[in-house]
């Protein structure tokens, strides 16, 4: 059974970092592309970074500069290094990995909450 298991989120002050890591049972976890997303309370989810096999990076403009996305593929986890944040950086976020369209699964989410 595929599991994507988010960690490192919390409540943080503005300005401060969090690193969001997603550990994922999966076989040929390097070929998936990996992505966060984030869905705030009354917004749709958003697409906040992708990193492909190849590692490519692809940021939303809103993050770029302050957020980075990396993989370890020994250990089938991908992070998200976020610093610089922001009140409006709350969200929930959410590990995805893709490979093709019978192929995507997804983490449960782990809050980040940005609040002095």
């Known amino acids: 059974q595929v599991q994507l298991v988010e960690s490192g989120g919390g409540l943080v002050q503005p300005g401060g970092s969090l690193r969001l890591s997603c550990a994922a049972s999966?076989?040929?976890?390097?070929?998936?592309?990996m992505r966060w997303y984030r869905q705030a309370p009354g917004n749709e989810r958003e697409l906040v970074a992708t990193?492909?096999?190849?590692?490519?990076?692809t940021y939303a403009d809103n993050v770029k500069g302050r957020f980075n996305i990396s993989r370890d593929n020994t250990k089938s986890t991908v992070y998200l290094q976020m610093n610089s944040l922001k009140v409006e950086d709350t969200a929930v976020y959410y590990c995805?990995?893709?490979?093709?369209?019978?192929?995507?699964?997804w983490g449960h989410g782990t809050q980040v909450t940005v609040s002095s």
């Open positions: 995805n990995a893709f490979l093709v369209r019978t192929h995507e699964y």
């Open positions: 999966l076989s040929l976890f390097s070929m998936y592309a």
């Open positions: 990193l492909n096999s190849a590692g490519t990076t």
